[in-house]
């Protein structure tokens, strides 16, 4: 018999609809049960492409003996991280405190009054590596619960009273400059696996927000190694098997150090993050490797995650059916034996795709099947002949049980694949690229936008089938959006979008600002949990505080606002603080400084929209290498504001009655532009390639 999370619209909790456990969604319900019936609550975290979430779930959560417990002896409450960051944050800060690491599935015992006393993370069905079973810390957490309250509840308050104690307060700092930028390279350098592309050890992550910054500071100061390590860990992730070498897009981080056997789980943020970068890294090396790169990965988005209503779902599963076996497999999808190759592309082609992929007989993932790479020294072939290998085995996989697929739409994430493809459509001559962008972008401000009497629209967090969720968005999703917007605003010309970012970048500031200048990830108004999340560093995504201070800093250039760019460089305090001592961790806080040094700087391009000649520096403006640069493309705008679009076209006229581009920054202003080739010195483009 289904239970109470039957009605929700996360694919994450309609997952466990049908356990035996009595699940509740979070909510006051839940915790009012929990005092009623005097016991302790049981918080469990997860989301819908989470390996161990699965495993956990077939494990315990399916199993009568367990659920029968718990549905005795606790009020079980199932959360998706992905709809309540808020919630996920704020215990996971406490796991992190406790134990010193976190993950998912996170599980973290309560109080009644949501006070956190016991945690873990996954926890097998009979003790194995140290680790307890779940029935015993069941057993363990009900005996405390029973005989030991008054211990229970001062562990409880104490952990409650050191999160309280970590607020954050560094708006202040003032914004980083060049020493602490510098400062900050130095550290990534320290850190850089210069064997292997990437930063520390296994398990590895895409550094997305790290790249970045990367590529903005060699732009800004002509650093040749941040743009050697940038480039360089993009070679090695393209070649590497968390890189789907036939569906192109990225997997969301390998188990080792050499990017070879990935954690299948896709998802969206980190092909949006990434297609942007390999794209940047194009824009400033010519590199037909991330040019492809990025082109797959936006191939990959729109074809196997765009919904029918034009947004992107949040994520494939790891796991798949094994045809061999009938049961759920991680990687059963994507790995090879050379058989396998055989079957379908015959013995010459199967052993030649064998030696190009790196698929061997001893395999190099489990069961004798391997990951496909590209390795640097795999044979040299006729691009056509591997262009016909991968279409024939691309259609072969498609035949295996595909990945289930998380439908839910996530503003934040959404907002990256909006500014990923705008982009890409614009630098690659893919319009339809941009329309995809715009569709997106359209559906967040149909359903996402959500309007009531008397106060501006607020975000909503996730959507699934055109229609709404129930969760306020947070700061992260304001950020992202407007970045998102701005940078739809930028290629396509239309300043509505441009608009609808000053709407989401007001509400920053009245809603999730403190009077330091420091920023909290959700609004005054919302849910008061047992501490209001505040976390400045990047996880798998940038943070919201940082992503909030670039779209700040974006949209003052763009309007000259004091107050936008005033309460970007006040967010900045923070990367001043930790980017000299932690830079992996706050990467998009650093690549947004180097916007902020930089100018960054302002592009207008004016003439009629049909005429190729302002195409032609509409594109080479886009093409600028300069770090955070903003371009607004139109008709110009006579002084009372009345024609162009944009405030930076405003009294900007033809010169020669010809296109032409204006740049400026730090109030300074360059020589009108109307040749392609001078645009480009001025923005650090090349000439404009295809």
Known sequence: MPNRLAQATSPYLLQHADNPVDWWPWGPEAFEEAKRRDVPVLLSVGYSACHWCHVMAHESFEDELAAAYLNEHFVS???????????????????????????WPMTVFLTPDAEPFYFGTYFPPE??????????????????????????????QRIVRDLAGRQLDYGRAGAPGPEEQAQALLGLTREYDAARGGFGGAPKFPPSMVLEFLLRHHARTGAEGALQMAADTCEAMARGGIYDQLGGGFARYSVDREWVVPHFEKMLYDNALLCRVYAHLWRATGSDLARRVALETADFMVRELRTPEGGFASALDADSEDPDT?????????????????????????????????VTEEGTFEHGRSVLQLPQDGPVVDAARIAAVRERLLAARGGRPAPGRDDKVVAAWNGLAVAALAECGAYFDRPDLVERATEAADLLVRVHFEASAGRA???????????????TGVLEDYGDVAEGFLALAAVTGEGVWLEFAGILLDLVLDLFTAEDGSLYDTAHDAEQ???????????????????AAGALLSYAAHTGSEA???AAERALGVVHALGPRVPRFIGHGLAVAEALLDGPREVAVVGHPDDPARAELHRTALLGTAPGAVVAAGMPRAADGSGGE????????????????YVCRHFVCARPATDPQELGEQVGAAVPRR
Request: proline share 8%; no cysteine.
């Open 529 to 547: 949990l047992i501490r209001r999340p505040q976390d400045p560093t990047d996880t798998a995504t940038p943070s919201g505080w940082t992503a």
């Open 564 to 566: 936008h760019r005033t």
């Open 77 to 103: 409450i199932k959360v998706d991280r992905e709809e309540r960051p808020d919630v996920d944050a704020v215990y996971m800060e406490a796991v992190q405190a406790a134990t010193g690491q976190g993950g």
């Open 127 to 156: 003790p194995r590596h140290g680790m307890p079973s779940f029935m015993q810390v069941l057993e363990g957490v009900r005996t405390a619960w029973a005989g030991r309250r008054d211990e229970v509840a001062d562990v409880a």
């Open 646 to 661: 944009f405030p930076l076209l405003a009294e900007r006229a033809l010169v020669d009655d010809r296109p032409t581009a």
């Open 457 to 471: 629209p607020r975000l909503v967090r996730t959507s699934k089938d055109g229609r709404a969720g129930g969760n």
């Open 326 to 358: 009938g049961k759920p497999t991680e990687g059963a999808y994507y790995a090879w034996t050379p058989e396998q190759l055989a079957v379908v592309l015959g013995a010459e082609d199967g052993a030649l795709a064998a030696a190009y992929f790196g």
